[in-house]
C-alpha cells in the first residue's frame, strides 16, 4: 500500500509566478490535510478537506492561497503570485476518515523555494 | 484550544544513553497525543500515539512514551540511542476527531559515537 505521495518534492518559482502542489493521499483515505513547515519550525496547519469539500481553512491564509481535494485526481494546494515568505516546505497528511481516523500519515512534502 | 511545548530545540546525547525529550501540552479536551520523526529532507514518521488506552505507549524504534496528564506531559524515552535515531522529534496534540494537529516546535536529536 503505497503511502502519500507529494509532487514534485522540490519546486523553484520566481516572484509573481503561481505554485501547484500536489497530493495524493494513502488507497482508501478520504481526508486530507495540509501543513506548512518554516525553517526551524513546527507544522502549521493550513487547510483539511474531504472530497470536494473544505472542512476547515482556518490556517490557510486569505489571500493567494487556495486548495481542492475534487472527487477524482489528488489535492491541490494552489499559490498565486508567490512571494519569498511562501519558501517552506509543504506537507500533505491523510487519514482514513474511519478506524484510526485521528491518525495523520505525511506524504514527504514539496520543498517550495521563490527567489 | 490546544497547544504543545517541546522543552529544549536541540539534545545532544551518546551512543547507548538514555534519550528523553520533553512534551508538553495544553488542552481543553482529552487529547490525543503523537510523536513523528522526521529525518532530513523527507516527511514525518509516526512513531507512536496516546488515544485514551494504556498510558503508557510503546512506538517503533524502541521509543516509549507515557501520558501523564497530572503534569500534562508525553515525554518520549528511548533507554539506549542509536547513531539512526539523530533526527529531529515532534510533538503533536488533536481532539478525538483528528481533524486538527497542533505540532510543538520539534526538538533536533544529535547522537555523538
Known amino acids: 500500500n503505497a503511502g502519500v505521495m507529494q509532487n514534485p518534492r522540490h519546486l523553484v518559482r520566481r516572484r509573481g509566478q503561481e505554485a501547484r502542489l500536489r497530493c495524493s493521499p494513502m488507497k482508501g483515505h478520504s481526508h486530507v490535510y495540509w501543513y506548512r513547515q518554516l525553517p526551524e519550525e513546527g507544522l502549521k496547519f493550513m487547510v483539511y478537506?474531504?472530497?470536494?469539500?473544505?472542512?476547515?481553512e482556518s490556517g490557510m491564509p486569505k489571500e493567494r492561497f487556495s486548495a481542492e481535494f475534487p472527487k477524482e485526481g489528488p489535492s491541490i494546494l494552489r499559490i498565486q503570485q508567490v512571494v519569498r515568505g511562501d519558501s517552506a516546505a509543504y506537507f500533505c497528511?491523510?487519514?482514513?476518515?474511519?478506524?484510526?481516523?485521528?491518525?495523520?500519515?505525511f506524504g514527504p512534502g514539496t520543498r517550495l523555494l521563490v527567489l | 484550544a490546544q497547544s504543545v511545548t517541546q522543552l529544549g530545540s536541540h539534545v545532544s546525547v551518546s551512543e547507548g544513553a538514555l534519550v528523553l525529550l520533553r512534551c508538553n501540552y495544553s488542552s481543553s479536551v482529552p487529547p490525543y497525543l503523537f510523536w513523528y520523526v522526521q529525518y532530513p529532507n523527507q516527511g514525518l514518521q509516526l512513531l507512536l500515539k496516546?488515544?485514551?488506552?494504556?498510558?503508557l505507549v510503546k512506538g517503533i524504534n524502541g521509543f516509549e512514551a507515557e501520558f501523564k496528564k497530572s503534569e500534562t506531559s508525553f515525554h518520549l524515552t528511548k533507554p539506549s540511542a542509536h547513531m539512526s535515531d539523530a533526527a529531529e522529534y515532534f510533538c503533536a496534540v488533536s481532539d478525538q476527531t483528528g481533524n486538527q494537529f497542533y505540532f510543538g516546535t520539534g526538538t533536533s536529536l544529535t547522537v555523538i559515537p
Open positions: 478537506l474531504q472530497k470536494e469539500n473544505i472542512i476547515d
Open positions: 496516546y488515544t485514551s488506552a494504556a498510558t
Open positions: 497528511a491523510s487519514s482514513p476518515g474511519f478506524t484510526d481516523q485521528e491518525t495523520q500519515y
